[in-house]
């Protein structure tokens, strides 16, 4: 049974066999029969986390060929592994090959660094859940906060919609902290959740005193961060973002804060290495 996409990520896998297939495959028609069958196996080179799964599957499917991978998204596999095979007329093969590949590496790319980033915050100990944001590749965020999720971390904000979140443009077109979080208090929907960066510990104080749900740390150091938790006391849940590695996962989540955000997850991992061999 053929697999269903949202429908902005089938045309997504349109725009990305067009351009690759907009002439043809002049190689492809002038050295193989039509009639030749054929595999492929996907090989795992590097150590990674599987995601983009189901976009391979249905490029090949679009090509006239058939796709199985041997674990779903967020599934690990070694380097060295085969992780899926495709079979079918050789010709579709390699006219799908370079499209599924391009998915599937940048996606596991980042379900991999999320991985990793996931498991050096739980190594510091605390309650805090890896966020992203919305530095995402245009057109594609919907795939690539589906890969976030495949590697352990969780989605912040979709769009501008669904979230109140006051950044420093905001405070700053407002007048404060605290004129900014009143008037999102005042005029956005009850149900909305109200954020609002600060930099500061004064920062900090203002959006208790007007009655923010959740204050985001920005660029603050370790020590900042775990006086913040002290002073909030519950009262609010704290993110913190701004200039996050790896390295210091561990002692930002020991400072207590509730999540950390990162856009790197998306917006700087780099595509894991796979490649595809026709085997038979």
Same mark, same amino acid.
């Given at each position: 049974m053929p697999v269903v996409l949202p429908l902005h990520v089938e045309r997504l896998i349109d725009l990305a066999l067009e351009e690759d297939l907009f002439l043809g495959d002049v190689t492809s028609d002038a050295t193989l029969d039509p009639a030749m069958e054929g595999e492929g196996r996907f090989l795992a080179k590097d150590e990674l986390v599987l995601a983009g799964a189901d976009v391979a599957v249905r490029v090949f499917d679009r090509l006239g060929a058939s796709c199985r991978f041997e674990g779903q998204d967020g599934f690990a596999f070694g380097r060295g592994s085969f992780i899926g095979t495709a079979r079918?007329?050789?010709?579709?093969?390699?006219?799908?090959?370079?499209?599924?590949?391009?998915?599937?590496?940048?996606?596991?790319?980042?379900?991999?660094?999320? *991985? *990793?980033?996931?498991? +050096?915050?739980?190594?510091? =100990?605390?309650?805090?859940?890896?966020?992203?944001?919305?530095?995402?590749?245009? =057109?594609? @965020?919907?795939?690539?906060?589906?890969?976030?999720?495949?590697? =352990?971390?969780?989605?912040?904000?979709?769009?501008?919609?669904?979230?109140?979140?006051?950044k420093d443009n905001h405070v700053a077109a407002c007048g404060g902290v605290g004129q900014a979080?009143? @008037?999102? *208090?005042? @005029?956005?929907? +009850?149900?909305?959740?109200?954020?609002?960066e600060v930099s500061d510990l004064a920062g900090l104080a203002e959006a208790l005193s007007a009655g923010a749900d959740i204050v985001l740390l920005d660029n603050m150091d370790e020590a900042s961060m775990a006086e913040a938790v002290r002073?909030?006391?519950?009262?609010?849940?704290?993110?913190?973002?701004?200039?996050?590695?790896?390295? @210091?996962?561990? *002692?930002?989540? +020991?400072?207590? $804060?509730?999540?950390?955000?990162?856009?790197?997850?998306?917006?700087?991992?780099? +595509? $894991?290495?796979?490649?595809?061999?026709?085997? =038979?």
């Open positions: 079918g007329p050789v010709r579709a093969l390699l006219a799908a090959e370079r499209t599924a590949l391009n998915f599937l590496q940048r996606l596991s790319g980042v379900a991999t660094l999320t *991985r *990793r980033c996931a498991d +050096a915050l739980a190594a510091g =100990g605390g309650k805090a859940r890896l966020l992203d944001t919305r530095k995402t590749t245009p =057109g594609w @965020r919907r795939l690539e906060k589906d890969a976030v999720r495949a590697g =352990g971390g969780a989605n912040h904000r979709f769009a501008l919609g669904d979230g109140v979140l006051i979080v009143q @008037r999102a *208090r005042a @005029r956005a929907s +009850a149900l909305l959740k109200i954020e609002v002073r909030a006391s519950g009262r609010v849940l704290l993110e913190a973002s701004g200039n996050m590695t790896l390295e @210091r996962l561990p *002692r930002v989540a +020991a400072t207590g $804060v509730d999540f950390v955000s990162m856009g790197a997850l998306t917006h700087s991992a780099k +595509a $894991v290495d796979i490649s595809f061999e026709i085997t =038979g």
